[in-house]
């Protein structure tokens, strides 16, 4: 059974959901306007299918950190069966070298897609972000393979001691490639003014089509886990719109709950957090699994790949 723990959080959040909306101005939109904004306080039911994102790999943890952490193309591929069986609609994917260090390298990004593909029909989201310190034409040659999703960071943030450069100019750059190669952008958002930059990116005609959101929160030197700061975000997003949550290190559990509750989609995986419980190391598919678990208990049915291709108006690849 779900912990009460999990339970008393979504009710002190549909709680907050209600005060804020009896705060909102005369004349806010609709909830046909922005139906996650709503979504808290009906039925789990009425609300589109949870997609869950598996962030498989990332760029910083390494097999000390934890020796579940999926590093060669084979064992990225497993890793993603797993996380699909488990109830994962989209593989968030980096790759590392024959060292274990960080790449964006084509080659080993086509192993990786090759692997993943043999096994399961899971969506392949690819990362532009790379590790910090890459080039730009260095973070984008995944994206030269078409895979049918990939991250588009909009706007530079402190990652810790290290800073995340993405100036507007190589922001755009990507958002071409992107369209060249008919890749949809997830738009990657660290602090609030990305959300911004990528609605000036579709204004201005770098992005078209479906629009989706991922709020990565709990970075040191991005924007904090909280509700209040969530509240926000989902509030700037255009009719139409979807959003994913990510909760770094001992925020993934409480977003991801949130983003269940709140009608959003959410992200957990080694990337992000490498612990189950305090002292606990976890596997992705166990931390995939725990999120399906929490979403069934709330009677928010899983999309699988193919339903979550639809939610997020991807052609079949």
């Known amino acids: 059974m779900i912990s009460e723990t999990v339970r008393g959080l979504a009710r002190k959040h549909l709680q907050l959901f209600r005060e804020w909306i009896s705060l ?9 306007a922005n139906p996650w904004v709503f979504g808290a306080i009906i039925s789990m039911k009425t609300m589109e299918k949870l997609i869950i994102t598996a962030a498989l790999v990332g760029a910083e ?7 579940h952490l999926p590093v060669t ?22 790759v590392r070298d024959e060292t274990g260090k960080p790449s964006q390298s084509r080659d080993l990004y086509e192993a990786a897609i090759r692997e993943i593909r043999k096994r399961c029909p899971i969506i392949v989201q690819v990362s532009t972000g790379g590790a910090v310190g890459m080039s730009p034409e260095e973070r984008l040659q995944p994206v ?5 999703m990939a991250t588009l960071t909009t706007g530079t ?19 071409e490639e992107m ?23 579709v204004r201005d005609g770098w992005v078209t089509g479906h629009l989706h959101f991922d709020f990565v929160m709990g970075v040191p030197g991005g924007m904090p886990a909280t509700a209040r700061h969530l509240l926000l975000l989902i509030d700037q997003l255009p009719k139409g719109a979807t959003w994913t949550v990510a909760g770094i290190g001992r925020h993934q559990l409480p977003m991801a709950a ?14 992000d957090n490498i612990y189950y419980r305090k002292g606990e190391l976890a596997t992705n598919a166990q931390l995939v699994a725990r999120v399906k678990r929490i979403a069934g208990e709330l009677e928010r049915d899983v999309a699988t790949p193919e339903e979550a291709r639809q939610l997020l108006g991807l052609g079949e690849k």
């Open 157 to 175: 943030v402190n990652f810790g001691s290290e800073v995340f450069m993405n100036p507007l100019a190589e922001i755009q750059f990507f958002a």
């Open 24 to 32: 909102k101005k005369e004349g806010a939109p609709p909830p046909t």
């Open 179 to 201: 369209m060249r190669y008919g890749v949809r952008p997830e738009f990657e958002i660290f602090d609030t003014g990305m959300i911004g930059t990528a609605l000036g990116l």
């Open 258 to 271: 949130l983003g269940i509750t709140l009608g959003g989609h959410v992200r957990v995986g080694l990337e």
């Open 144 to 148: 030269s393979l078409g895979p049918e």
């Open 61 to 67: 943890v390494t097999r000390e950190d934890t020796p």
């Open 73 to 94: 193309p084979e064992e990225i591929g497993e890793a993603a069966a797993q996380a699909w069986e488990a109830g994962a609609a989209i593989a968030h994917i980096h």
